[in-house]
């Protein structure tokens, strides 16, 4: 293992625009707003590696935007630019896992105070680098000895609608073989309940995860899984039904329902999980790249989570293949987790990148022995940086 020299990063923006607007509770978008971030890594000899990372933005969900995270990442790549990653520091990262090392991690900290969605796709752009300068696929080199999942099957989204317009998207992802439907709900609790009574009347068999993004009060919350269950819908989990400062609402929907709570706008740290593991706010946690700062933590979040018994969900933001790759990584070096989301490509309307996590319907491949990095490289003239 030959340490490697950060030679350049590189930044610029990564507008796809959406086959139809995106809407939940709290944003509506019609173009991913990130910055994509490459890193050139150079080993002693002069032998270059590249590595991809995506900045994710989905206002106000993250407190970034487009325009913050290209100026972050500009002036950031000064900082980093001869950073050393060696293999003395390579599993002593400061998580516990297997990774870039602690100085690194702490470099990358310091640098991104106050916009994890950047330093998320800069570490993920080192880690890709890093791990094809080893000869081996990121989840690998995330895992060590450990065994991989690298065969994962995702749940599909389905935006705030009415009855019929959500009976029709439900209808459409079906034909396509998906089976397990993640619905935003949190707008109005008995029009969701309509709305989920009308997939499950149309589309009998089906299994739902319902997302709420702090929309509803535990008495709302409560409300809807009554009415959804006392109609036979399966429904596996229920993110966030109330908003994060709202501990005792969420303590109230845990309590009051077999039906799992998963925290997602709760948990954005190592920190948020000991207090949902204190508080029992949740039984479940959402991993997203962008909110816990890049692979490293959430791996190190899911394995906490998944020692203390609790359930693990891993999602996006609104996400090329890129981003999704990363995380698919973390699920796969995770070993699997309960509830896999990685669906947000197939709201895209064109797809920048070739290779990365390969998807038919609801199956991801995460990668094979073969795989170097990610995996996914850029491609056409739109992304020159
Ligand atoms: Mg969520």
Redesign the pocket.
């Known amino acids: 293992m030959q340490p490697v020299v950060l030679r350049t990063l590189r930044v610029a923006p990564l507008s796809v625009p959406l086959s139809s607007p995106f809407v939940i509770a709290t944003a509506r978008m019609e173009a991913t707003r990130a910055v994509l971030v490459q890193v050139e890594l150079v080993r002693d000899d002069g032998v270059a590696f590249f590595g991809l990372g995506e900045a994710a933005a989905l206002p106000p969900v993250t407190r970034e935007d487009q325009p913050e995270l290209l100026a972050a990442l500009g002036r950031a790549s000064s900082a980093l630019e001869g950073l050393a990653i060696g293999p003395a520091v390579v599993r002593a990262s400061s998580h516990g896992v297997a990774g870039l090392g602690a100085p690194v991690e702490a470099l990358l900290d310091r640098t991104f105070e106050g916009s994890w969605v950047a330093r998320a796709a800069v570490e993920s752009a080192l880690l890709d680098a890093f791990a094809r300068a080893q000869g081996v696929a990121v989840d690998r080199l995330l895992a060590g000895e450990g065994t991989l999942a690298r065969r994962l099957h995702t749940d599909i989204t389905l935006s705030i609608a009415g009855p019929d317009e959500m009976v029709e998207a439900a209808r459409a992802w079906s034909a396509r073989g998906f089976d397990c439907f993640k619905v935003k709900v949190g707008h109005a609790w008995q029009r969701d309940c309509d709305a989920l009574r009308a997939v499950h009347d149309a589309l009998p068999g089906k299994r739902f995860r319902l997302?709420a993004?702090e929309g509803f009060s535990a008495k709302q919350a409560l409300a809807l899984l009554d009415g959804v269950l006392g109609a036979g819908l399966v429904v596996e989990c229920f993110?966030?039904p109330c908003r994060r400062d709202d501990v005792a609402g969420m303590v109230e929907v845990t309590r009051g329902s077999a039906v799992p709570v998963v925290a997602?706008?709760s948990i954005r740290s190592m920190d948020d999980l000991e207090q949902i593991l204190r508080t029992g706010a949740a039984r479940g946690v959402?991993l997203k790249l962008v909110k816990l700062g890049g692979p490293l933590a959430a791996l190190a979040v899911g394995r906490r989570a998944k020692a203390e018994g609790m359930g693990v969900m891993a999602?996006a933001m609104v996400e090329t293949r890129l981003g999704l790759s990363a995380m698919a990584h973390v699920v796969s070096a995770l070993g699997g987790v309960d509830w896999v989301d990685l669906d947000t490509h197939l709201l895209l309307a064109s797809d920048p990148f070739v290779g990365g996590m390969g998807t038919e319907g609801p199956r991801v491949e995460v990668g094979d022995d073969g795989t170097l990095g990610l995996g996914c490289e850029a491609r056409g003239p739109g992304l020159s940086f």
């Open positions: 997302d993004n993110e966030q997602d706008e959402n999602g």
